[in-house]
């Protein structure tokens, strides 16, 4: 005889158990949503603006941003230095491409946009380069130097229009070696032609 | 109206730097969460992945000793003792196409991004617990379902027999309009 513990176990699990449907060459799993308890319905007259009190929380850090820019930047050059010193590794290029890439990211959160558009024109020669130790070096170092320059002055160069045009013309250099470099590769020109798809929000 | 309880969700926060992880942070408490947990490299999160057993994953793509990608694919095994359904939110600066598909492809849930904004993240979570979508298995695919819209007619490649893409021959809108017209 099961004990009633027992059978409320076993009610419990088959409760909990996805819901499994089996179909020729796949099946269909509807998991049990845990989830759902974590959902209220609220009234119309709620103010609480979860959103807006985020919002404020990180113009409450923003304070922090530049110093945080400086150290993401401290880190690109390292990063290039260990490969001016010692060549393109893989540990090594993992790194460069780690660090433009969270510039990249990060920037536009912390007042940076034009930092970020110039990593993001490093990160694709990265990505799309076929061989990184034939990348002209000078292109790489302009564009580590160039991010630098943005955040360093960017009081002055930022609100002057230069860095804008600094991202811009280092873009236009990096897609031409790109475009050129990968003619005989034409899912990589289809990659660096294709516009970014997702939307902002 | 609906909101979500955050005290009632725990979250494993995944990113290499410290930064994003800090802001990752602040928004989700702000939001009401008071369970974050933080890693800053994949094989990190799959143990605390198992340790705690988070409601939902924010990872972020590119990260050191494995990727999110990498810990996307870990999580989503079918006969994992673990939970394999928890929903992953990839939160990256990558956003061409290439890679969305990889991100989807690899079990991810909701692709989020950077720069990341508090509005954006919180519509991605409001989406994995409002709108949970089924869990597809094939012979190559374990993962919420790819298809996001629910009408019958499905018009794409056909990915659930397991093995090569196949297009499946259907009108274009512009030839029904020549046949009904």
């Known amino acids: ?201 | 109206m609906f909101r979500i309880d955050f005290n009632k969700l725990r979250f494993l926060v995944c990113d290499d730097n410290p930064h994003m992880r800090r802001i990752l942070r602040t928004l989700l408490h702000s939001f009401g969460a008071r369970e974050v947990y933080e890693a800053e490299d994949g094989a990190t999160a799959l143990e605390m992945y198992s340790h705690y057993v988070p409601d939902i994953v924010i990872a972020d793509w590119a990260m050191p000793i494995f990727d999110g990608l990498e810990l996307a694919q870990m999580i989503r095994q079918p006969d994992s003792k673990g939970n394999p359904y928890a929903p992953i939110i990839m939160l990256t600066g990558h956003s061409e196409k290439r890679r969305i598909t990889m991100a989807r492809d690899a079990g991810v849930t909701e692709f989020l991004a950077k720069p990341i904004s508090a509005k954006g993240l919180y519509l991605r979570i409001m989406s994995v617990v409002a709108h949970p979508r089924p869990f597809i298995k094939t012979k190559n695919y374990f993962g919420p379902d790819r298809r996001r819209n629910t009408t019958v007619a499905y018009i794409g490649p056909e990915r659930r027999n397991g093995g090569e893409a196949e297009i499946l021959q259907q009108p274009s809108l512009m030839d029904k309009a020549r046949v009904t017209s």
């Open chain 1, 1 to 201: 005889m099961r004990s009633s513990l027992e059978k409320f176990k076993m009610s419990r699990d088959k409760a909990l158990a996805p819901k499994i449907e089996a179909f020729a060459d796949h099946h269909v799993i509807t998991p049990h949503n845990t989830l759902r308890s974590a959902i209220r319905r609220t009234t119309d007259r709620e103010l609480d603006d979860p959103v807006a009190r985020a919002e404020q929380a990180l113009a409450g850090l923003s304070g922090e941003f530049k110093t945080w820019m400086r150290s993401e930047c401290d880190r690109l050059s390292a990063a290039y230095a260990a490969i001016v010193e010692h060549g393109f590794s893989a540990k090594a290029r993992d790194e460069l491409f780690r660090s433009a890439h969270d510039i990249k990211g990060d920037a536009l959160t912390f007042g940076f946009p034009t930092a970020g558009a110039a990593a993001e024109s490093l990160c694709r020669i990265i990505d799309h380069a076929p061989d990184l130790e034939q990348v002209p070096p000078d292109l790489l170092r302009h564009h580590v130097e160039a991010i630098q320059a943005i955040v360093r002055e960017h009081n002055t160069i930022e609100k002057a229009g230069v860095a804008t045009e600094l991202s811009r013309r280092l873009r236009a250099v990096a897609d031409d070696y790109l475009m050129l470099v990968n003619k005989d590769r034409p899912d990589h020109l289809d990659a660096i032609a294709a516009p970014s798809l997702v939307p902002g929000d």
